[in-house]
């Protein structure tokens, strides 16, 4: 009886185990990895929930190991909390990218002794109160080598997607490089036809031209 007893905890640990959220790994070989398959996922439908109530075991167990490397909640208001488990194996200083400029607020925790630090940015925020100043979201994360953190990012948007990566700064700006490029062809064709537009308008003086400028 009792060697069942023992071998039901002994499976019952094994299993328990194996559904647990694996650490993002961090190593001085890692340049930038995307972490949507690595994080847990709870949505949070009003909005309300403090990081208090998502750290106690009520919520905590309605969080939900993400299946999208790119993961998406579709086209309604709603609040997302992401739980991030990272292992720093490495000497590097590591971002936290959330490359996704639209959303409206993007919230992460760190913790830090017995409490967690709190960065809040994202488009409803000043451009200027960014710790990072960059097109996307940036935060630092505070890890030392060897060292294994529990994060927690919450994201508020009406269009909830979430590429999330984790990187070195480098590799990040990389990453970035072709995108910042063919956003300033984009710009830069777009104010070659405005300059254009204006200065037919000036020169016809035919008043259709401010259309262009009006739509």
Excluded at 28 to 35: D, E, V
Excluded at 45 to 55: A, E, F, P, R, V
Excluded at 61 to 85: A, D, H, L, M, Y
Excluded at 146 to 166: A, Q, S, V
Aim: with cysteine.
């Amino acid at each position: 009886m009792i060697r069942y007893f023992t071998a039901i905890v002994f499976f019952c640990t094994i299993s328990i185990q194996a559904f647990a959220q694996q650490p993002v790994i961090l190593t001085n070989f890692t340049s930038l990895l995307s972490i949507g398959k690595q994080i847990d996922v709870f949505e949070d439908t009003d909005g309300t929930l403090s990081l208090q109530q998502i750290l106690s075991p009520e919520y905590q167990s309605q969080f939900k190991k993400s299946n999208q490397e790119v993961p998406s909640f579709g086209t309604k208001q709603t609040s997302v909390w992401c739980r991030i488990r990272i292992k720093n194996e490495s000497y590097k200083n590591w971002v936290l990218n959330v490359d996704f400029p639209s959303l409206h607020s993007v919230t992460l925790f760190q913790p830090s002794s017995n409490t967690y630090t709190k960065e809040e940015t994202g488009r409803s925020f000043p451009f200027s109160k960014r710790n990072i100043k960059n097109r996307s979201f940036l935060f630092a994360l505070k890890l030392k080598p060897g060292e294994e953190k529990e994060i927690y990012l919450r994201i508020e948007n009406h269009l909830c997607i979430l590429p999330l990566y984790i990187g070195d700064m480098a590799a990040i700006s990389e990453k970035q490089y072709p995108e910042d490029t063919l956003n300033g062809i984009f710009y830069g064709i777009a104010f070659i036809i405005a300059f254009y537009a204006l200065a037919l308008l000036i020169v016809s003086r035919e008043i259709y031209y401010l259309y262009f400028f009006s739509r």
